[in-house]
């Protein structure tokens, strides 16, 4: 059975940092490409970023570039994201998603939720 | 900036067909956006239901098919249910691993 659980978030001040994981079972991770996806509250989905199965190539949304970094480590079977400088903005639940080579999501986490707040 | 639009809300009855639309700001949608359709209720993850324009994910009913209908790309509910009360997300490619999701629709069944 295809997994994915999100790990790592919570309440962090604006400013801050948080680094984001996702565990992946019941697949080979190396074949697959990865993203994060995030909803704020009482909002709708937004792409945050996007990685390939290698790692080589890695996309970010405008509202979030250069303060993410997506990384993966497939023989752990894991996948980061590193969140700093956060802002009020980047509330919100965190859910990775297994994109398939036809550009969508097959499986999604549960998702975590992240607060930046003072 | 690309904008994707969606109808912010629809009503159907039980039993009745209803198209949701999914609409680019730059243009017409094609197939070349591999549009997909995702069903989400609050508190859960996304669901997966209709990838590359039309191909059903495994598990979704065959009430729910995808397509192009004019300048968008569109998802039909033939037979609406009381479960199908949703918000709905299309979400466009955009190429160099840039995706565009829709604001969503909500869909009440009433």
């Known amino acids: 059975e295809v997994q994915l659980v999100e790990s790592g978030g919570g309440l962090v001040q604006p400013g801050g940092s948080l680094r984001l994981s996702c565990a992946a079972s019941?697949?080979?991770?190396?074949?697959?490409?990865m993203a994060w996806v995030r909803q704020a509250p009482g909002k709708g989905l937004e792409w945050v970023s996007f990685?390939?199965?290698?790692?080589?190539?890695?996309y970010y949304a405008d509202s979030v570039k250069g303060r993410f970094t997506f990384s993966r480590d497939n023989a752990k079977n894991s996948l980061y994201l590193q969140m700093n400088s956060l802002r009020d903005e980047d509330t919100a639940v965190y859910y990775c998603?297994?994109?398939?080579?036809?550009?969508?999501?097959?499986?999604w986490g549960q998702g975590i939720l992240v607060i930046v707040s003072s | 900036q690309t904008v994707v639009t969606q109808e912010p809300s629809f009503s159907v009855s039980p039993g009745g067909t209803v198209t949701l639309t999914c609409g680019l700001s730059?243009?017409?949608?094609?197939?070349?956006?591999?549009p997909s359709w995702y069903q989400q209720t609050p508190g859960q993850a996304p669901r997966t239901l209709i990838y590359?324009?039309?191909a059903r994910s495994s598990g979704v009913p065959d009430r729910f098919s995808g397509s192009i209908l004019g300048n968008k790309a569109a998802l039909t509910i033939t037979g609406a249910q009381a479960d199908d009360e949703s918000d709905y997300y299309c979400?466009?490619?955009?190429?160099?691993?840039?995706?565009?999701f829709g604001g969503g629709t909500k869909l009440t069944v009433l």
């Open positions: 019941g697949f080979a991770l190396s074949h697959y490409f």
């Open positions: 979400v466009l490619y955009m190429g160099n691993g840039i995706w565009v």
């Open positions: 730059t243009g017409s949608v094609s197939t070349s956006y591999y």
């Open positions: 990685i390939n199965s290698g790692g080589s190539a890695i």
């Open positions: 998603a297994r994109i398939r080579s036809t550009y969508y999501s097959d499986y």
């Open positions: 590359s324009t039309n």
